[in-house]
């Protein structure tokens, strides 16, 4: 079972706070590109905390625990500013703070304050601390539903205790599942957000509503307009791999030759390993930034063109190809030279929550997906959700409801909500769930032909293709215009 | 603690079906008023359940009950028709049927198939079967947010297996919790529910969005304007009581005259007693209807009027002005002079569920109450969340949130939605916490002056006055409205 992961990405009053200098990469909007050479600014924020029901939907569990937000007001100006709200997704919010720079950049324009809010399960906002992963009974709490939740109550909290934001008009930002969650926050509680910009967010990679090819098939592509023959070396690295991996000696040597931390020894292992260099290919296609950058990994300014140098030809001998699927996958792996050894259960940053987004991909976020290995370049594998749940229930002792989501939030009959700018870039492989068409006047689709996962939320670049900073452009005239209309007539 | 009540359909297939037939009164809508003994008709309707989750928002839990529910499909055509689904509140679905004429008289005129959905923890929609109320752990599904979650899976199973509905629009029916459960769900599932007529519904009796004060003031008011002196007698007679109260004998001749079930024997019982008598004022006022009906008992036309009668003198001695109480109090409990003794615990017809209402009120259904003796006939009482909540702690182990309601449906902000009429009666207790004002354009609101509660919801009588004869008109006018759209663009 493969299980891509998605990325994107107060107790009354704070109970921690101070400047915290978090440099990153940045650079303040401007007409012409900035000068390459001054890419970093520094961001400053503080860490705060809200108290929250652990059960927002039940009553016999009265618990609590702190959820972890950032603010940063420095740009906000009361009464004619707004809040630009960070809906965060399976991660250290900090990560997803120092990656979404289109909020610092815009901060200003838009007398803005930024809070960026934890979900809950990730990061430091644990329900019950280090049992919160112990069991399905601690695991109960993780869903999407909670962690709305969770942001409209820290909403209403944030307006109850900052002086002066109490008629601040918010816009829910995120991207990837944050992306869904912004969109659904729009959705669910549209009192709570005048709009929201959901960036790469596959809200329709659910319940069969899109191919589930769609998204293998975008990543081979993003590898077929890398190089020549480059999506062809990776098809066919699959069989030389089953044909290495049905011998000890070969197994040894697929070891050694990628220096895996830990040696191939079944069948099973090299199952995994085949399950690695997909996951690898995937990220790669999520990243393929035209410039430099460390989201998942640190990597070269177009990663995949990095990648396809070195898979120019798909008929070597087994042993030859996959030397240069090696080199490859160093590229992903090992672009600083630091790496030691290539560990399989590290594909992408730490920030990440694995275990968390795993759990959630076995009870709500069941995206089917499939290959057929003629379309795509990977091996045919039918989408078999009950070989999914199964493992789902032998991990978690949960199952999957895999038409909840559509249930909950719409599928594709959303037409009678407003103000969500969908914003996917053409070679993210999320994009094929993604909403690419306007749906009403303000239900609006913006496609970045060159960007990769959310591209427009990261800070503004040199490196920039034209169509991302349009869109970002026009992500900010949509905003403007939610604002215009809430002053106007207090509408929503 | 005064607790004013609020008030007011598969494994795969039917698991009970064929005809039922149901007297009540109704008669089919026609220009001129029909002949008044021409008031029954025979209404057929399929019970059915469907297998529900008991957690629609968690995982641990995957255990699944099954939902009773009614359907009524002589007047559905198949591609034209629509479907008009009653949100069932807090009490058996049979009694809501029967009560909600409105939807048997305007099924042929909108070629509608009738759905009427049980509340989980009402009627025969058990989580737990017997043990769904003992205690805080059982109870803890008991919430609107699974209610609506139970509305939204059972009208999309009713797509799935109902040849020719799968595109049928839906529109959401229900009065007072109902009314507020079919706002709500309009709200939270426009992609479900095209539109709601949202009947008598207070959405606002919370987190003091209205004078705690209003609802009874409004009580008073119906009374003052049903006879001279009426209000002032009912005003008078605390004092009275608790004169009589403060002597044994005085609490014998209480219970003699009253004919309680239970005699009273200590000052608290009298405390229970005046909370009886208030609860008898406050339930006439909901149900004073033009004509003869038996919805919370049986009553005569204009009942507060009848009671009136014998609250002329509000300056007669104590004993004297109490029998006068009496001889009102018997209007409500005894019309039919069967009651042989008065019983303090049952205010209302038992299809209503008391326990789990105390459940929800005690939870999410927080409305502030208070009355100040002055503008209303009641004794002076605050509202004391406190108190409240210490109560509902001691009963159910669980403590209220109060906000939590205005948080998750928007409180007076919900002029993002659309397709929602809110009808109120002007006699009505509740219509203080109703929207009374059109919001928008597609939020509208419709009061009917002579209308108790959800007076617009019952079947057409010839006695009905002209208000709410126009408010049916308008309703119908705008469901037209919304299935024309649905049908014009597909759009909701």
Known sequence: MRLPAILGLLEAVCLVSGGVVVPGPASLRTASRPD????????????????????HFGFSEDGTFKQRYLIADQHWKRNIGSMLFYTGNEGDITWFANNTGLMWNIAEELDAILVFAEHRYYGESLPFGNKSFSDAKHLNYLTSEQALADFAVLIQHLKHTIPGTQDTPVIAIGGSYGGMLAAWFRMKYPHIVIGALAASAPIWQFDNLVPCGSFYRIVTEDFKKSGNCCSESIRNSWAAIDRLASTEEGLHWLSCTFRLCSPLKTVTDAAAFKGWLSETWVNLAMVDYPYKADFLQPLPAWPIKAVCKYLRNPKLPDKLLLQNILQAVDVYYNYTGRASCLNLTQTATKSLGIQGWYYQAC????MPMCSDGINDMFEPENWDLKTYSDEC???WGVRPRPDWISTLYGGKNISAHSNIIFSNGGLDPWSGG????????????????????????????PYDPDS?????????????????????????
Chains 1, 2 share one sequence.
């Open 36 to 55: 390459p050479g001054v890419l970093y600014d520094s961001r400053t924020y503080r860490t705060c905390y809200v108290t929250q029901k652990i059960d």
């Open 393 to 395: 229930f032998k991990t």
């Open 363 to 366: 009870t709500e976020m069941v």
């Open 468 to 492: 991302v900073l349009q869109a970002r452009l026009l992500e900010v005239h949509y905003m403007r215009l939610w604002l215009q209309n809430y002053r106007r007539n207090g509408s929503k």
């Open 434 to 461: 993604g909403v690419t068409q306007n749906i009403t006047d303000t239900l609006v689709a913006i496609v970045i032909p060159e960007g990769a996962h959310h591209l427009d939320l990261r800070s503004n670049s």
